[in-house]
């Protein structure tokens, strides 16, 4: 069958053009998509040629991996159900991760409609809330991913560190489970989508001296720190701030320059922790989070394009002319 798609064909190109489909079949439900969200890291490294897969980064002599259709996260309207499936619909709103597609260097793709996605790949969505709210939902499970990950007890300290959609739903958990968290970022309005409150502070890194007030900020030092932005020196200038037994949530995208000496984690017996992908319970628990509004979503959004306007709206994600966050491409 024939879709459209957003395709890379080539380093920073990109298309939007027909492409070929597998036939459905009966584990599958084919969706047409009203709303997809841009992964603007991910999509963004796969555009450069950075990776060749999840976290995959790309080494001389790996395939070179174009074409390409990118992304991961769309919802919309189910218009064919295989005969395994039966707890979906034909008619019902739904949120699909990948779907599949030929001919390209992966034969899964995010950015296409229709999309013909396995079930496992498909999520129902609550029916009093927006749907856009959960258009970026694998991105925000990893956000909930890094604000999970490692135990925490209501008051002690969290630095988060990257104000950048991911950054923004880890510090936004982290709040939800009663952590002083400190989100440090370089746009103050991004900052600002933090929202007040009183275990909730923000630094913005280009204009202060980041170290220093998360020092002032959180003076019995920190117990879990976050790098969403894949920076090796934040890591290690956050070690000796550390808490006795405090966890690093590593989830930064660092290609290949991501040595960490394990020996500067030893003296405080600090755990280092890995977060990557997605699962079926963080991808429910989440659904559920944005569903009881504790976790937002809309507000990150500042730009909507036609999907067929895609190379307009990576220009501009690449160019970062106008302040931008969270990209909707309307179908």
Not at 90 to 108: D, R
Request: hydrophobic share 45%; aromatic share 8%; with cysteine.
């Amino acid at each position: 069958m024939q879709a459209k798609a957003v395709v890379f064909p080539a380093p920073n190109e990109v298309e939007f053009r027909s492409v070929d489909c597998p036939e459905p079949g009966p584990g599958d439900v084919v969706v047409r998509v009203i709303h997809s969200w841009i992964s603007n890291g991910t999509e963004g490294s796969f555009l450069r040629g950075e990776r060749i897969a999840g976290d995959t980064a790309y080494r001389p002599g790996d395939p070179w991996p174009f074409p390409i259709v990118a992304g991961y996260q769309k919802i919309g309207v189910a218009e064919w159900v295989g005969e395994a499936v039966t707890d979906i619909a034909v008619g019902e709103t739904v949120f699909a991760a990948m779907g599949k597609v030929n001919g390209m260097y992966q034969s899964y793709a995010g950015q296409i409609s229709p999309s013909v996605s396995p079930r496992e790949h498909i999520w129902k969505l609550p029916a009093q809330v927006d749907p856009l709210a959960f258009s970026g939902l694998v991105l925000t499970q990893v956000g909930y991913n890094c604000g999970v990950r490692a135990p925490i007890e209501v008051g002690e300290g969290a630095v988060v560190i990257g104000d950048g959609m991911v950054g923004q739903w880890a510090a936004q958990t982290l709040a939800w489970r009663g952590a002083n968290v400190v989100l440090v970022g370089r746009h103050d309005y991004r900052l600002k989508l933090f929202g007040p409150g009183v275990m909730r502070h923000t630094v913005n890194a280009r204009q202060t001296d980041w170290v220093q007030a998360v020092r002032d900020l959180l003076p019995d030092r920190v117990c879990v720190a976050v790098d969403t932005v894949g920076s090796i020196d934040a890591l290690k200038t956050l070690q000796p701030m550390m808490a006795k037994f405090g966890h690093i949530v590593s989830a930064g995208f660092m290609g290949v320059d991501d040595l960490l000496s394990l020996q500067l984690l030893r003296d405080g017996e600090l755990s280092l922790d890995f977060v990557s992908g997605w699962t079926g319970p963080r991808m429910e628990h989440t659904r559920e989070l944005i569903a009881a509004g504790h976790l937002q979503t809309l507000p990150l959004i500042t730009h909507r394009f036609p999907a067929a306007q895609a190379a307009d709206a990576w220009a501009l994600i690449e160019s970062k002319r106008e302040p931008v966050l969270g990209v909707i491409l309307d179908w």
